[in-house]
């Protein structure tokens, strides 16, 4: 079964604001994929999953410059 996405929803009185609920987010998937990277046998895989991390981390850079 797979581990659950934290939650975006607003929370308390003020909410959540949405770059950090999109860096949570982002957070969580490169930890998943770098979980399967270091789990994985092969060196060509590993090393896709390797530019991926890469290619996420740099479209969150990104968002901020986006979003209002």
């Given at each position: 079964?797979?581990?659950?996405?934290?939650?975006?929803?607003?929370?308390?009185?003020?909410?959540?604001?949405?770059?950090?609920?999109?860096?949570?987010?982002?957070?969580?998937?490169?930890?998943?994929?770098?979980?399967?990277h270091?789990?994985?046998?092969?060196?060509?895989?590993?090393?896709?999953?390797?530019?991926?991390?890469?290619?996420l981390?740099?479209?969150?850079?990104?968002?901020?410059?986006?979003?209002?």
């Amino acid at each position: 079964m797979p581990e659950e996405v934290p939650d975006p929803s607003p929370s308390g009185e003020e909410g959540q604001d949405p770059r950090r609920a999109i860096d949570a987010a982002f957070d969580h998937l490169v930890a998943r994929i770098q979980a399967a990277h270091f789990d994985h046998r092969n060196p060509s895989r590993r090393k896709e999953f390797q530019r991926l991390v890469e290619r996420l981390r740099r479209a969150q850079c990104e968002i901020p410059d986006l979003l209002p």
